[in-house]
């Protein structure tokens, strides 16, 4: 409520406004009004200041991207749509179940429904495994916080981006959908670009 | 009991005051100080300082002491942050974290593991630790509900404690020496006892799991609901742990006035039933010999039609699940809006109820007058009051059996205080072990039993019996202390119990008895009015039939419409499949269920009914404390609460009761049980209270109100077909006809509709068994497995012969509630018939 570094003005200007009293009203300070110099010089100088950069550009030509035919490079660290991984030599899904992406997420998108592995037919590494493994894009906020939980890195931020859908039950996407590759790669940006 | 006086003591400079003899870690707790505990755990009885974990500095005592173990005294100077005290605490986390797999994640326990948390606030933070682990194979089952991982185990003992010393089945033990110490049982045999469940609970690591939950959910994944397990008498405080709308799990919710935190199996496991696929979740009416599913206003329609037509040949059962609230509206559309006065929910009688020999005219005065003499608030006991006894009876049930939980507080009461235990029964006890001494009467004699015992205790009115009945009488009688016992009891005919109580002088306090009845909710359900003698508050109403009246009026057609709410008599009733004729009998039957059963299939309209994990309502456990039923999961399906349903019906009929909620519903039975007057959700919480402990305890009608006495006492009232027993008369006269055994019943604890319908307890479900003394079986060259038959009046049972070396020569016993006709044969003279060789 106190705006005013002041509480010396701010006792002088309460006498002025009673309404302070209730803190209804809130006093802002503004700085001095510039006169004819000070304010052609912000009229015209800057303006010019900030135009010499615009042509300056116009000689490096256009940077338009054609999306969809063309897409965006991403950063290697960009938080894409989520990955689920699987142990490239045994074929086993690295998650295990343990829901402590779900516990991470801030965003609560996460289900996670485990189940005890047949030992004759394992799904994971270990005991158990995820049953269900949801993740609700629609509400996703990409914060990576569930990456970070993985105990087993199990699941990491893809760099996919495209993922707008006509539904939102189509958001939910599925162990299945995140454990597969997606179709088309995202380009990757490289050092230095 | 007086409140221990309390004394302060200094911890971490902050005066903390406590109870005096209160545990160090206990007191600390009244200053906001935790100390870290692994072992500790005051339901398991005294501590045994095995962990280290609560290690903290006192002044003037040179060593570290635990904490969990060490009594405050007044002026102690504790300090629990010391570097001393870190050092010591966090090196017991290393020593125990040295063979801990750390599995977190694929560990059922992970996210409420006591070790997890113990281990982030008072662990090093970082193994220094490169050689191998100890290694075990797993997970192995221990029982066939308990998976076993021994690798994570800490060795606190508390499952070992709680086998030997809460449950004292003893077969848990810790094996082996040092590093190789395990948790195991002799043998490798699987750990089967009623109430091995608690185990799972009192693990502070992951090592012992729910086979039935693992891995269902983590702690962020669920929500707990708190309500009251009315699976039996014992009525259980339990968490619901529910996850996407299923319960998944049941857990204790300590109440140490009710169940001190434990549950049995049945009630751990039991939940599966609610969760079953095959239960009716919408109305269901006959049409054309099948049932149909149909919409509420239709069956309801339905359901009034056939009761307007019926009228007053009306009955209704109320089953022993139901809430106070639906007993409550099923007599009131039974006796106002039908007027029809038969209503029962005892599955074989009460106190006094005499039903066969007057045809159900029995004289009223006399039963209403033995419920309130032996009802009354100033004889009842609370559950802790056992603690509190110097000396306790059962009489005429077997706790474990009926009322579980009763077992394990008995148990206590005798472990830990010494209190003098006394059985008297006529099925040996699994209570006998520890009990000072033990009486075995002749089934169906326990009346004369009391009688003989009121008579040693030297009441007034009863005549001291001869012989060997007189002689247990006197043993029994002997381990009793006037003014300080408590007897918990069951059966039908206890008219002694009045004599013994004044003897006893147990209107004194933390003296008193508790009746275990047949039903859940069975005092909550007559208090309410489901009795055919007394209408709510037992006020004075015009006396019905009781349960076998009920269904032989059905059967002679006398009865034309029967209400049955959340009861299969079929299966928990005396005469069994003598209802299926009766119930065919029936122009409308009406059942109020959650499965199809065998009643369902004689029914033309079917309600289906909730699951307690649904339900909203009261409760009343045996001791009179009214406890809240309150909804965890929503109704599946088409299922409707049962007070509106009841509500809606009886509008449908012209009784207009007003209820539209839950409270309403409590509110109208606290307006018309005069003792339970005022009582309001509120007032009952989350812990309940006894109503005999409220104000209006004073509107218990006295029982000079009730009639004149019109029997003598002592008198022993036997049901027709049995010979009334001359006094020292033990009912032994069965050992001299050859062949012939007098057969008693008992309900076995899983002989219930849940361990059928709850998968993991499947295993458990009973088959019918006679349960012979040695020389019986000899001398009617029966062996161990034998099929038998056993019969008497045109009524037979099949069974499975097993010997027991304390049966009493004479007696044998069949189990009830398994849908045969074992328990009309309560009581009666048998042949005994060879049907087959062992399998
Ligand atoms: S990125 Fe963040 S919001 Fe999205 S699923 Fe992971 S933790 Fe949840
Ligand atoms: S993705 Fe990782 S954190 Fe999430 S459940 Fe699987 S293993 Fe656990
Ligand atoms: S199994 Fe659990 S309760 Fe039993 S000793 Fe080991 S850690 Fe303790
Ligand atoms: S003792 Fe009875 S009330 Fe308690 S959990 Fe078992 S079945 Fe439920
Ligand atoms: S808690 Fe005190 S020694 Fe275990």
């Given at each position: 409520?106190?705006?005013?570094?002041?509480?010396?003005?701010?006792?002088?200007?309460?006498?002025?406004?009673?309404?302070?009293?209730?803190?209804?009203?809130?006093a802002?300070?503004r700085?001095?009004?510039?006169?004819?110099?000070?304010?052609?010089?912000?009229?015209?100088?800057?303006?010019?200041?900030?135009?010499k950069t615009?042509?300056?550009?116009?000689?490096?030509?256009?940077?338009?991207?054609?999306?969809?035919?063309?897409?965006?490079?991403?950063?290697?660290?960009?938080?894409?749509?989520?990955?689920?991984h699987?142990?490239?030599d045994?074929?086993?899904?690295?998650?295990?179940?343990?829901s402590?992406?779900?516990?991470?997420?801030?965003?609560?998108?996460?289900?996670?429904?485990a189940?005890?592995n047949?030992?004759?037919?394992?799904?994971?590494?270990?005991?158990r495994?995820?049953?269900?493994?949801?993740?609700?894009?629609?509400?996703?906020?990409?914060?990576?916080?569930?990456?970070?939980?993985?105990?087993?890195?199990?699941?990491?931020?893809?760099h996919?981006?495209?993922?707008?859908?006509?539904?939102?039950?189509?958001?939910?996407?599925t162990?299945?959908?995140?454990?597969?590759?997606?179709?088309?790669?995202?380009p990757?940006?490289r050092?230095?670009? | 009991?007086?409140?221990?006086?309390?004394?302060?003591?200094?911890?971490?400079?902050?005066?903390?005051?406590?109870p005096?003899?209160?545990?160090?870690?206990?007191?600390?707790?009244?200053?906001?100080?935790?100390?870290?505990?692994?072992?500790?755990?005051?339901?398991?009885g005294?501590?045994?300082g095995?962990?280290?974990?609560?290690?903290?500095?006192?002044?003037?005592?040179?060593?570290?002491?635990?904490?969990?173990?060490?009594?405050?005294?007044?002026?102690?100077?504790?300090?629990?942050?010391?570097?001393?005290?870190?050092?010591?605490?966090?090196?017991?986390?290393?020593?125990?974290?040295?063979?801990h797999?750390?599995?977190?994640?694929?560990?059922?326990?992970?996210?409420?593991?006591?070790l997890?948390?113990?281990?982030?606030?008072?662990?090093?933070?970082?193994?220094?630790?490169?050689?191998?682990?100890?290694?075990?194979?797993k997970?192995?089952?221990?029982?066939?509900?308990?998976?076993?991982?021994?690798?994570?185990?800490?060795?606190?003992?508390?499952?070992?404690?709680?086998s030997?010393?809460?449950?004292?089945?003893?077969?848990l033990?810790?094996?082996?020496?040092?590093?190789?110490?395990?948790?195991?049982?002799?043998?490798?045999?699987?750990?089967?006892?009623?109430?091995?469940?608690n185990?799972?609970?009192?693990?502070?690591?992951?090592?012992?799991?729910s086979d039935?939950?693992r891995?269902?959910?983590?702690?962020?994944?669920?929500?707990?609901?708190?309500?009251?397990?009315?699976?039996?008498?014992?009525?259980?405080?339990?968490?619901?742990?529910?996850?996407?709308?299923?319960?998944?799990?049941?857990?204790?919710?300590?109440?140490?006035?009710?169940?001190?935190?434990?549950?049995c199996?049945?009630?751990?496991?039991?939940?599966?039933?609610?969760?079953?696929?095959?239960?009716i979740?919408?109305?269901?009416?006959?049409?054309?010999?099948?049932?149909?599913?149909?919409?509420?206003?239709?069956?309801?329609?339905?359901?009034?039609?056939?009761?307007?037509?019926?009228?007053?040949?009306?009955?209704?059962?109320?089953g022993?699940?139901?809430?106070?609230?639906?007993?409550?509206l099923?007599q009131?559309?039974?006796?106002?809006?039908l007027?029809?006065?038969?209503?029962?929910?005892?599955?074989?009688?009460?106190?006094?109820?005499?039903?066969?020999?007057?045809?159900?005219?029995?004289?009223?005065?006399?039963?209403?007058?033995g419920?309130?003499?032996?009802?009354?608030?100033?004889?009842?006991?609370?559950?802790?009051?056992?603690?509190?006894?110097?000396?306790?009876?059962?009489?005429?049930?077997?706790?474990?059996?009926?009322?579980p939980?009763?077992?394990?507080?008995?148990?206590?009461?005798?472990?830990?205080?010494?209190?003098?235990?006394?059985?008297?029964?006529?099925?040996?006890?699994?209570?006998?072990?520890?009990?000072?001494?033990?009486?075995?009467?002749?089934?169906?004699?326990?009346?004369?039993?009391?009688?003989?015992?009121?008579?040693?205790?030297?009441a007034?009115?009863?005549?001291?019996?001869?012989?060997?009945?007189?002689?247990?009488?006197?043993?029994?009688?002997?381990?009793?202390?006037?003014?300080?016992?408590?007897?918990?009891?069951?059966?039908?005919?206890a008219r002694?119990?009045?004599g013994?109580?004044?003897?006893?002088?147990?209107?004194?306090?933390?003296?008193?008895?508790?009746?275990?009845?047949e039903?859940?909710?069975?005092?909550?359900?007559?208090?309410?009015?489901?009795?055919?003698?007394?209408?709510?508050?037992?006020?004075?109403?015009?006396?019905?039939?009781?349960?076998?009246?009920?269904r032989?009026?059905?059967?002679?057609?006398?009865?034309?419409?029967a209400?049955?709410?959340?009861?299969?008599?079929?299966?928990?009733?005396?005469?069994?499949?003598a209802?299926?004729?009766?119930l065919?009998?029936?122009?409308?039957?009406?059942?109020?269920?959650?499965?199809?059963?065998?009643?369902?299939?004689?029914a033309?309209?079917?309600?289906?009914?909730?699951?307690?994990?649904?339900?909203?309502?009261?409760?009343?456990?045996?001791?009179?404390r009214?406890?809240?039923?309150?909804?965890?999961?929503?109704?599946p399906?088409?299922?409707?609460?049962?007070?509106?349903?009841?509500?809606?019906?009886?509008a449908?009929?012209?009784?207009?009761t007003?209820?539209?909620?839950?409270?309403?519903?409590?509110?109208?039975?606290?307006?018309?049980?005069?003792?339970?007057?005022?009582i309001?959700?509120?007032?009952?919480?989350?812990?309940?209270?006894?109503?005999?402990?409220?104000a209006?305890?004073?509107?218990?009608?006295r029982?000079?109100?009730?009639?004149?006495r019109?029997?003598?006492?002592g008198?022993?009232?036997?049901?027709?077909?049995?010979?009334?027993?001359?006094?020292?008369?033990?009912?032994?006269?069965?050992?001299?006809?050859?062949g012939?055994?007098?057969?008693?019943t008992?309900?076995?604890?899983?002989?219930?509709?849940?361990?059928?319908?709850?998968?993991?307890?499947?295993?458990?479900?009973?088959?019918?068994?006679?349960?012979?003394?040695?020389?019986?079986?000899?001398?009617?060259?029966?062996?161990?497995?034998?099929?038998?038959?056993?019969?008497?009046?045109?009524?037979?049972?099949?069974a499975?012969v097993?010997?027991?070396?304390?049966?009493?020569?004479?007696s044998?016993?069949?189990?009830?509630?398994?849908?045969?006709?074992?328990?009309?044969?309560?009581?009666?003279?048998?042949?005994?018939?060879k049907?087959?060789?062992?399998?």
């Amino acid at each position: 409520m106190n705006n005013s570094a002041d509480s010396s003005s701010e006792a002088e200007v309460s006498s002025e406004f009673p309404y302070l009293e209730d803190e209804s009203v809130v006093a802002v300070q503004r700085g001095p009004e510039p006169g004819g110099l000070g304010g052609a010089y912000r009229a015209f100088g800057e303006t010019l200041r900030g135009l010499k950069t615009t042509f300056a550009r116009i000689v490096e030509g256009p940077v338009t991207i054609q999306y969809p035919e063309e897409k965006t490079p991403v950063y290697p660290r960009f938080r894409g749509r989520h990955k689920l991984h699987r142990f490239e030599d045994t074929g086993l899904e690295k998650c295990v179940g343990c829901s402590l992406c779900a516990a991470a997420c801030p965003a609560d998108c996460i289900r996670v429904v485990a189940a005890e592995n047949d030992p004759e037919d394992r799904v994971s590494a270990g005991e158990r495994y995820a049953e269900i493994y949801e993740i609700n894009l629609a509400r996703c906020i990409f914060c990576g916080y569930c990456e970070v939980a993985c105990p087993f890195d199990a699941i990491t931020m893809g760099h996919e981006y495209e993922i707008a859908d006509y539904n939102r039950d189509d958001l939910i996407f599925t162990k299945e959908m995140l454990l597969a590759e997606p179709l088309e790669r995202t380009p990757l940006r490289r050092e230095g670009e | 009991m007086p409140d221990p006086p309390r004394i302060t003591l200094l911890v971490d400079g902050v005066e903390v005051e406590a109870p005096h003899g209160a545990m160090l870690v206990d007191a600390a707790k009244h200053g906001d100080v935790e100390i870290p505990v692994f072992c500790y755990e005051p339901k398991l009885g005294h501590p045994v300082g095995a962990c280290r974990m609560c290690v903290v500095e006192i002044e003037g005592i040179p060593k570290l002491q635990t904490a969990c173990s060490t009594p405050v005294r007044d002026g102690m100077v504790v300090y629990t942050q010391t570097e001393r005290v870190k050092e010591a605490q966090s090196a017991v986390v290393e020593f125990l974290l040295v063979n801990h797999p750390l599995d977190c994640p694929v560990c059922d326990k992970g996210g409420e593991c006591p070790l997890q948390d113990v281990a982030m606030g008072w662990g090093p933070g970082r193994s220094r630790s490169v050689d191998p682990k100890r290694h075990f194979q797993k997970p192995i089952p221990l029982s066939p509900l308990i998976k076993i991982d021994r690798e994570r185990c800490i060795l606190c003992y508390r499952c070992v404690r709680f086998s030997q010393e809460v449950a004292e089945d003893e077969q848990l033990q810790l094996l082996e020496r040092g590093s190789s110490t395990f948790v195991g049982t002799f043998d490798n045999r699987p750990y089967i006892a009623p109430f091995h469940g608690n185990i799972i609970e009192l693990c502070p690591v992951g090592a012992l799991t729910s086979d039935a939950y693992r891995f269902r959910a983590r702690p962020w994944d669920i929500e707990d609901a708190g309500t009251v397990c009315t699976l039996c008498p014992s009525q259980c405080n339990i968490k619901l742990t529910v996850r996407d709308e299923r319960i998944e799990r049941v857990l204790a919710r300590d109440n140490v006035d009710v169940d001190d935190g434990w549950l049995c199996d049945k009630g751990r496991f039991g939940y599966q039933m609610a969760e079953s696929g095959q239960r009716i979740t919408e109305p269901l009416i006959r049409a054309g010999g099948e049932l149909r599913p149909a919409g509420w206003a239709e069956a309801l329609e339905a359901a009034a039609a056939g009761l307007r037509e019926a009228g007053e040949r009306t009955a209704a059962i109320v089953g022993g699940s139901s809430s106070n609230e639906d007993g409550y509206l099923a007599q009131r559309i039974v006796r106002k809006a039908l007027g029809s006065p038969h209503v029962e929910s005892r599955p074989s009688g009460g106190p006094g109820v005499e039903s066969r020999r007057t045809g159900g005219r029995g004289p009223a005065g006399f039963l209403r007058q033995g419920l309130v003499e032996l009802s009354a608030p100033r004889l009842a006991a609370s559950v802790s009051d056992l603690d509190r006894a110097e000396s306790i009876l059962v009489l005429g049930t077997d706790p474990l059996h009926s009322m579980p939980i009763l077992d394990l507080r008995i148990r206590k009461a005798v472990r830990l205080r010494g209190a003098r235990l006394a059985v008297a029964t006529d099925r040996p006890s699994v209570l006998d072990g520890g009990a000072e001494e033990t009486a075995r009467y002749a089934p169906g004699f326990v009346g004369g039993f009391v009688s003989a015992l009121a008579a040693e205790l030297g009441a007034a009115g009863y005549e001291r019996a001869r012989g060997e009945l007189g002689a247990d009488a006197e043993r029994i009688a002997g381990a009793l202390k006037p003014g300080s016992t408590v007897i918990v009891w069951a059966g039908p005919d206890a008219r002694g119990l009045v004599g013994c109580a004044r003897a006893l002088r147990l209107e004194e306090d933390g003296a008193g008895l508790i009746e275990v009845p047949e039903g859940a909710n069975g005092r909550g359900l007559r208090e309410v009015g489901c009795l055919p003698v007394a209408g709510p508050g037992l006020s004075d109403v015009e006396q019905g039939l009781d349960a076998s009246g009920i269904r032989d009026a059905l059967e002679a057609g006398s009865l034309e419409a029967a209400l049955l709410v959340n009861a299969d008599p079929i299966r928990d009733f005396a005469g069994g499949p003598a209802w299926g004729e009766a119930l065919g009998k029936a122009k409308l039957v009406l059942a109020v269920s959650m499965f199809e059963d065998a009643s369902t299939r004689q029914a033309d309209v079917v309600f289906p009914a909730e699951s307690y994990a649904e339900k909203e309502g009261t409760v009343t456990h045996p001791d009179g404390r009214l406890q809240r039923l309150r909804p965890g999961t929503p109704h599946p399906g088409g299922v409707r609460p049962m007070w509106e349903v009841l509500a809606e019906l009886g509008a449908l009929l012209g009784e207009e009761t007003g209820v539209e909620s839950a409270p309403d519903a409590l509110a109208a039975i606290a307006s018309e049980v005069p003792f339970y007057a005022g009582i309001s959700h509120e007032e009952i919480g989350g812990t309940g209270i006894r109503w005999q402990e409220r104000a209006a305890a004073r509107y218990w009608p006295r029982v000079d109100d009730v009639g004149a006495r019109d029997e003598v006492p002592g008198r022993e009232v036997e049901p027709a077909g049995r010979t009334a027993p001359e006094p020292g008369d033990t009912g032994g006269r069965a050992e001299d006809v050859d062949g012939v055994i007098r057969v008693g019943t008992y309900r076995d604890l899983w002989a219930a509709e849940v361990t059928d319908r709850s998968p993991a307890l499947r295993f458990l479900a009973p088959r019918q068994a006679l349960e012979l003394a040695p020389r019986d079986a000899a001398r009617l060259g029966l062996g161990s497995g034998h099929e038998v038959e056993v019969r008497s009046n045109g009524t037979s049972v099949r069974a499975r012969v097993s010997i027991h070396e304390r049966v009493k020569p004479g007696s044998g016993f069949l189990i009830e509630g398994l849908g045969d006709r074992a328990a009309s044969l309560r009581g009666e003279l048998v042949e005994i018939s060879k049907a087959g060789e062992p399998e």
